[in-house]
């Protein structure tokens, strides 16, 4: 009998044909197209009074995929399931067994950290049991939020409005939104002074630089002009000397390796991916691509890890590549290691590319825009991580007069070390870089050319970002690798944050409002150490030193006694969600619109409904001002006549309304961005798109302008030259025109080819049936004879 084929089951297509192709014929890999077994949506199905029993039922429309699983399972000879290495696929893996009914002693599992050639035949090689423990503390979350979300749920249906929802993590990442909204309104802001003095050397060889008010024997803070004044008129007849000059050599060390979080958030801010998409790309490189020469290729680790640790293979040929390519002095005498967090559960490698010798430019033709620039962000980050310091050489200088020092520094790159590779993006803005200064020696006079005093005011927090929320549920101990992305996604979907301008999250009336209730009735649901505990509970599930129903058991307890509680207490009561007062006119009848949310989403509405029943979609300030007459600039939808598409466009707040009323015609496609031109100060533009994008200066009198031509993108065609005949009015749609005609043509051939093809083919029946008949009918008459 010859040897049964063995079965190796992972979550996905591409999966499957990377790890088939390096498995070779003896093995079957199919795709079970990620989950075949859960929760019913139409029902809790957890049996709370019986033990939280959950009733799994498979999937709907999974049927064709299951019954061809359970088929492969039954001829194969060991069933191998390669799902991926967390909890979640752990508790895949278990549900296959489960589902299919494969035997214990035909079940193995394997987890592969990178899709490599080596890691998936030693895998294999190497197989493990299911480990109950993983999958108990995925069965915990998958329990707990199911309780949550489908008790709590139709509570805010019933006190606030349909369609709500509420989570142990969304909550309290809608919370963090909020109170970070609360904060910056409750701001006061503060007044404090600058002075800036521009010198310059008295000597032949004359230097001039600006320096810095400091303070005295230390850092002073100016309250008040009358501060400010008073430094001035000290320092206005007194002597400025060169008290002090330091120079010394400062390193700078690279950012560890990706983590699931890091990788989010440097992908929100240097590629501009939202952390879904950014997960999405991520999954694509770890599954597999085709390379040309190679076949599908798995580029990366696994993506869902909150390690820093590095295999020490991986760390030798990053080494042997950075010595090859930058030289010895980028490569420093010892590896590089990062310690990971206490809380960190450790249990894959950092995220690193698979081959540190792909490099993103030699594969770039193999991959797509996404997959090359987030390819290209973990290649950098690995390799920069294992570099050589960054090497400063940095000057202060002391200024001092009457008591007072004013202070000038400047540092310059000396060695650019990992720099040459990758620098860690900032969530804040870029502090102003510093002119280089002169050669000056203590004790040296100098003369002062200006005093120059500056109000400031102390300015709120900032709003979140994509990126901030994710470190700060992160540092809180809140959610895990694999939460964060869908986290964020829910509290978008759910209207209860809402995205302004291209980064900033704020929270919507009604996220305050669930916020507030929650707070106030389900406090631990939204209590940050009793989350971030609740995950260090689930941690314990997962090495076996807690029971997973007795978890549930503790927390529905208590999460029964408040939901009653609070059942009781908004007994006939309805929480009103205050309309969102935006900056805009109604038209109609002068009122200020408010924003509503109906089925195809958010849009503008008068309050004077339905005396007045103007509407009109909503509109999103943008960054910047109108170049043409210094205006806010607002994000706009319109709908092609032709093709009845929407498409994006930029306009000035005084270009709307009707012709009368129009003051200014700005109207672009580009995108404003919040920086302004260095030369002219006007507000700079990007073409739209995924991406990054660099920006430009659109104001033709300045020297920074940028000609529609070198701005990128997709370009008009130029007007005929002087020296070239125009074309008529219409001839460009004339060629158009016969294309269309011709493939209309085409089409109806097509067609009338099919239908005289039927026609023929019902004939041809018709005939052979005939012809049945009357052979039918004259071996009837024969035996009769």
């Known amino acids: 009998m010859a040897n049964k084929t063995d079965l190796v089951i992972v979550e996905s297509p591409s999966k499957a044909k990377t790890i088939g192709k390096y498995l070779g014929p003896g093995y079957e890999v199919k795709a079970s197209m990620g989950h075949v077994r859960d929760l019913p949506k139409s029902k809790l199905s957890v049996d709370i009074e019986g033990g939280f029993v959950p009733d799994y039922q498979p999937i709907k429309g999974k049927e064709d995929v299951i019954s061809d699983l359970r088929k492969a399972a039954k001829r194969s000879g060991k069933v191998y399931l390669a799902t991926d290495p967390d909890r979640e696929g752990e508790a895949i893996s278990w549900h296959l067994k489960e589902l299919l009914g494969i035997p214990d002693d035909k079940t193995y599992r394997v987890t592969f950290n990178e899709i490599t050639q080596n890691v998936v035949r030693r895998s294999i090689a190497a197989p493990r049991a299911i480990d109950q423990n993983l999958v108990n503390a995925q069965q915990a979350r998958r329990i707990l939020d199911r309780i949550v979300g489908y008790q709590l749920s139709p509570l805010l249906w019933k006190k606030i409005r349909r369609g709500l929802s509420a989570g142990r993590v969304q909550s309290v990442a809608t919370r963090l939104v909020v109170e970070r909204e609360l904060e910056i309104r ?27 008010f400091h303070g005295k024997d230390k850092k002073m803070e100016l309250h008040s002009r009358a501060e400010a004044q008073a430094v001035i008129d000290a320092v206005s007849s007194g002597a400025w000397t060169v008290a002090k000059v330091k120079r010394q050599e400062k390193n700078r060390q690279p950012a560890p390796p990706f983590t699931t979080s890091t990788l989010q958030q440097e992908a929100s801010r240097k590629l501009n991916m939202s952390p879904a998409r950014t997960m999405a790309v991520a999954q694509q490189l770890y599954e597999g691509v085709d390379i040309a020469g190679q076949g599908a290729v798995g580029l990366i680790t696994y993506m869902r890890t909150d390690s820093l640790r590095l295999s020490d293979e991986a760390v030798s040929a990053a080494r042997g590549f950075i010595s090859q390519r930058y030289g010895a002095p980028y490569c420093p005498a010892q590896p590089r290691k990062f310690k990971t967090k206490g809380s960190a559960q450790d249990a894959h490698e950092a995220i690193r590319p698979s081959d540190v010798t792909l490099a993103p430019e030699d594969i770039r033709k193999d991959l797509s825009a996404e997959q090359f620039r987030l390819y290209k962000l973990i290649w950098s980050r690995f390799l920069a991580c294992q570099m050589a310091n960054a090497v400063y050489d940095s000057l202060s200088i002391d200024v001092e007069n009457s008591g007072y020092i004013f202070r000038a520094s400047h540092s310059s790159l000396k060695f650019s070390g990992f720099t040459a590779v990758y620098e860690e993006g900032r969530d804040e803005e870029e502090e102003e870089k510093s002119s280089p200064l002169p050669d000056l020696k203590e004790g040296e006079p100098l003369a002062h050319k200006k005093l120059s005093p500056d109000q400031h005011f102390t300015q709120p927090p900032a709003r979140y970002s994509e990126a901030s929320l994710i470190r700060a549920l992160e540092e809180q101990g809140i959610g895990r690798p694999s939460t964060y992305a869908p986290t964020i996604s829910t509290i978008m979907n759910r209207e209860y944050v809402v995205k302004e301008g291209s980064k900033a999250l704020r929270p919507t009336p009604l996220g305050e409002v669930v916020t507030g209730l929650m707070k106030d009735k389900f406090h631990d649901i939204v209590d940050y150490d009793f989350t971030a505990q609740m995950e260090q509970r689930l941690d314990k599930v997962e090495e076996g030193a807690s029971d997973w129903k007795a978890l549930l058991a503790d927390f529905y307890k208590d999460f029964d006694a408040e939901l009653k509680q609070a059942e009781q207490d908004l007994d006939g009561e309805r929480i009103k969600v205050p309309d969102e007062v935006s900056e805009e006119i109604c038209p109609q009848c002068g009122k200020n619109l408010v924003i509503k949310s109906g089925r195809f989403g958010r849009f503008l509405a008068c309050p004077g409904w339905p005396e007045c029943d103007f509407t009109m979609p909503l509109v999103v300030e943008m960054p910047g001002k109108c170049p043409v007459c210094g ?24 270009a709307t309304g009707k012709d009368e009323k129009r003051t200014c015609d700005f109207m ?14 006007h507000t700079m533009f990007k073409k739209s798109g995924r991406g990054a994008k660099k920006p430009y200066c659109i104001n033709e009198q300045c020297s920074n302008f940028t000609p529609e031509d070198k701005r990128g993108g997709w370009q008009k065609k130029p007007a005929a030259s002087s020296g070239e005949e125009a074309a008529p009015a219409g001839a460009e749609e004339k060629p158009k025109k016969a294309a269309a005609a011709k493939k209309t043509a085409a089409k109806k051939s097509t067609a009338k080819a099919a239908a005289e093809k039927k026609t023929t083919t019902k004939k041809t029946a018709a005939k052979k049936t005939t012809a049945k008949k009357t052979t039918a009918k004259k071996a009837a008459a024969k035996k009769d004879a």
């Open 186 to 212: 409750a701001f006061q802001p503060q007044e404090y002074w600058s002075i800036e003095a521009a010198l310059e050397r008295v000597a032949p060889n004359r230097g001039s630089f600006t320096a810095q």
């Open 631 to 654: 205006g806010r600039l607002f994000k706009r939808t319109g709908k092609s006549k032709k093709t009845n598409k929407q498409y994006t466009y930029y306009c000035c707040e005084h």
């Open 668 to 681: 672009t496609f580009d995108v404003p961005v919040k920086d302004s031109c260095p030369v002219c100060g």
